[in-house]
């Protein structure tokens, strides 16, 4: 059996705050991804799951835990082997005007990983760069111009080509779509999942739109605060959520259908996030979970398969795997 391409194995990052205490943004999440797959990630702002990203590309070393990609430890690599993971693994960012340098042109952006990487002569990077503006649907001629004569959506078309440039084959994308407008989003979108079938590419989509994630996505993860509260097959976990926080964006994501909008069951979460300073004991959303029980102040629940592919930390659910 095929390893997968992409392992994080219980990583934690933590970042100092005052009085000596730890911000824990990233705390014990473990998934896979399969080449040619798309790993959704989800949950509401300062969840942790850009940090999960930016750690797995090594932008941040990790507190603890591991990253194996293709069977590499990400984090222990050097010098060559370093460059060889650089190459194979890109990041498209959330805002496409800040992660391009205003003072180099379009071509000189694109081509520069080509160089760094030591890929084809001038002529033959020049051609590419040519070949991947017309791929992402923006015209050769545009090669000479800069960011700033760009619209946000032409921008991160930009941001795509340039992440192929070095022929990678897993993309990190870092809410890609939520600095566009939404008229934008479905294009760069079905654009991603184009360029994925051509090219036999594997993604880490991170976002908080629930929508786009279901459309680009073959697996779902839901992050709360810093940990993995659940992770399913995409038409599984829309269709039967199984943790009470993934039932309650699912309750709460707008639907076309007014009519369905109305009649859906509801999950209603109550009170604030706490602070990823101060997490409260036991599970992690119990004390906005209206489903709570004497054990989730106690026990912290574990991520535990409930069926094939299907994880869940909920010790309502774990009771129920246990008694069947």
Same mark, same amino acid.
């Given at each position: 059996?095929?390893?997968?391409?992409?392992?994080?194995?219980?990583?934690?990052?933590?970042?100092?705050?005052?009085?000596?205490?730890?911000?824990?943004?990233?705390?014990?999440?473990?998934?896979? &991804?399969?080449?040619?797959?798309?790993?959704?990630?989800?949950?509401?702002?300062?969840?942790?799951?850009?940090?999960?990203?930016?750690?797995?590309?090594?932008?941040?070393?990790?507190?603890?835990?591991?990253?194996?990609?293709?069977?590499?430890?990400?984090?222990?690599?050097?010098?060559?082997?370093?460059?060889?993971?650089?190459?194979?693994?890109?990041?498209?960012?959330?805002?496409?005007?800040?992660?391009?340098?205003?003072? @180099?042109?379009?071509?000189?952006?694109?081509?520069?990983?080509?160089?760094?990487?030591?890929?084809?002569?001038?002529?033959?990077?020049?051609?590419?760069?040519?070949?991947?503006?017309?791929?992402?649907?923006?015209?050769?001629?545009?090669?000479?111009?800069?960011?700033?004569?760009?619209?946000?959506?032409?921008?991160?078309?930009?941001?795509?080509?340039?992440?192929?440039?070095?022929?990678?084959?897993?993309?990190?994308?870092?809410?890609? &779509?939520?600095?566009?407008?939404?008229? &934008?989003?479905?294009?760069?979108?079905?654009?991603?999942?184009?360029?994925?079938?051509? @090219?036999?590419?594997?993604?880490?989509?991170?976002?908080?739109?629930?929508?786009?994630?279901?459309?680009?996505?073959?697996?779902?993860?839901? @992050?709360?605060?810093?940990?993995?509260?659940?992770?399913?097959?995409?038409?599984?976990?829309?269709?039967? =959520?199984?943790?009470?926080?993934?039932?309650?964006?699912?309750?709460?994501?707008?639907?076309?259908?007014?009519?369905?909008?109305?009649?859906?069951?509801?999950?209603?979460?109550?009170?604030?996030?706490?602070?990823?300073?101060?997490?409260?004991?036991?599970?992690?959303?119990?004390?906005?979970? =209206?489903?709570? @029980?004497? &054990?989730?102040?106690?026990?912290?629940?574990?991520?535990?398969?409930?069926?094939?592919?299907?994880?869940?930390?909920?010790?309502?659910?774990?009771?129920?795997?246990?008694?069947?």
């Amino acid at each position: 059996m095929a390893r997968p391409l992409l392992e994080v194995q219980e990583l934690k990052k933590t970042f100092p705050a005052r009085g000596g205490r730890q911000l824990r943004a990233v705390d014990g999440v473990s998934f896979t &991804i399969e080449r040619g797959e798309t790993l959704g990630l989800v949950g509401e702002s300062g969840c942790g799951k850009s940090t999960t990203g930016r750690t797995i590309v090594r932008l941040y070393q990790p507190s603890a835990g591991r990253v194996l990609f293709d069977g590499e430890e990400v984090h222990s690599l050097h010098g060559s082997a370093l460059r060889r993971f650089r190459r194979r693994v890109q990041m498209i960012f959330q805002d496409p005007l800040a992660s391009l340098d205003p003072r @180099m042109t379009v071509g000189d952006t694109i081509a520069e990983g080509m160089q760094i990487h030591h890929m084809g002569t001038p002529k033959e990077r020049q051609e590419r760069v040519q070949a991947l503006l017309r791929a992402v649907g923006l015209n050769p001629e545009h090669a000479s111009r800069f960011p700033h004569e760009f619209s946000g959506g032409q921008r991160q078309r930009i941001g795509i080509a340039r992440a192929l440039a070095v022929q990678p084959e897993l993309i990190v994308a870092d809410e890609p &779509i939520s600095a566009l407008d939404v008229s &934008i989003q479905a294009q760069i979108v079905n654009l991603l999942e184009r360029l994925q079938q051509e @090219m036999g590419l594997t993604y880490l989509f991170i976002a908080h739109d629930l929508s786009m994630v279901k459309h680009i996505s073959t697996h779902v993860g839901v @992050m709360y605060l810093g940990a993995l509260v659940e992770i399913a097959p995409t038409d599984q976990l829309y269709s039967e =959520p199984l943790h009470p926080y993934t039932q309650a964006l699912l309750s709460a994501a707008p639907l076309p259908d007014p009519k369905v909008t109305r009649t859906r069951p509801r999950v209603v979460v109550q009170g604030e996030v706490p602070s990823p300073i101060d997490l409260p004991s036991g599970c992690r959303f119990r004390t906005r979970c =209206p489903f709570a @029980m004497d &054990i989730c102040s106690q026990v912290d629940p574990p991520l535990i398969e409930v069926a094939p592919q299907r994880q869940v930390a909920c010790h309502l659910h774990a009771a129920r795997s246990t008694a069947a």
